[in-house]
């Protein structure tokens, strides 16, 4: 099976997790546009969903499902989203598409996050993959110093083809962070937290995911935490 088929074998398999009549809170990714094409096909039976991103909004539109504000909801029972790591205790390293902060404050206010994810991405150590921390431009080499001395080598992402800084749909700018080897993703998550001119830190792993459907050769596998 290819990666996509995997994607789409767990987009699919999330649908079990929709609530008729809710509004479903959506990330954002390859994965989790595998799974907008899927809920498009159910759409019926929701009442809409709030996006972790303006580009997941656009595609939620395009297939006619109305698109919520935050502001506008209280909470919401499901929250599906993509990971770039996840571990057995469900701590994810999150935002390789940029949405890192949108994303965690829907799964803040979501009661059950199920990630959806091909098999590559389940690891025994977060930090294989750079950890994306979003920061306000003007600090952006300010937390890069306080990064480099928990250890981290932070590198600015910059726009594809250019050397112009990408920024983020909030204004902010993303450092990727290479060298962690994070064995306390709890305690990594809330120190990095704590740096002034951080927006927020991919590590989700105060509010981790309840569920994980994993792409495998195998089938979709179902991990609980
Ligand atoms: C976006 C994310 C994505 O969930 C993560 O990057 C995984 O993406 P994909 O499903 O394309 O592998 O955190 O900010």
Do not use: W
């Amino acid at each position: 099976m290819t990666q996509d088929e995997l994607k789409q074998a767990v987009a699919r398999a999330a649908i079990e997790y929709v609530v008729d009549g809710e509004i479903i809170g959506v990330g954002t990714g390859s994965t989790a546009n595998f799974f907008i094409d899927e809920l498009g096909k159910i759409k019926s039976r929701i009442k809409g969903a709030v996006a972790s991103s303006e580009a997941t909004a656009t595609r939620l539109r395009g297939h006619g499902i109305e698109v919520f504000d935050l502001n506008d909801v209280e909470s919401i029972s499901v929250y599906v989203d993509g990971a770039d790591e996840i571990n057995a205790t469900g701590a994810m390293i999150k935002g390789g598409g940029a949405a890192l902060t949108r994303e965690k404050i829907v799964a803040s206010v979501s009661g059950k996050f199920v990630c959806i994810a091909d098999g590559s991405k389940l690891v025994e150590t977060l930090g294989q993959f750079p950890l994306p921390v979003e920061v306000v431009p003007m600090a952006a080499n300010a937390v890069s110093r306080k990064l480099v001395a928990l250890g981290g080598q932070p590198r600015l992402r910059t726009k594809p083809g250019s050397t112009d800084a990408f920024v983020t749909d909030n204004g902010g700018y993303i450092l990727d962070v290479a060298g962690l080897a994070i064995t306390d993703a709890v305690a990594l998550e809330s120190e990095i937290n704590q740096i002034v001119g951080v927006i927020a830190v991919g590590l989700f792993a105060r509010r981790g995911a309840d569920v994980c459907l994993l792409g495998t050769g195998d089938g979709v596998k179902k991990l609980t935490f």
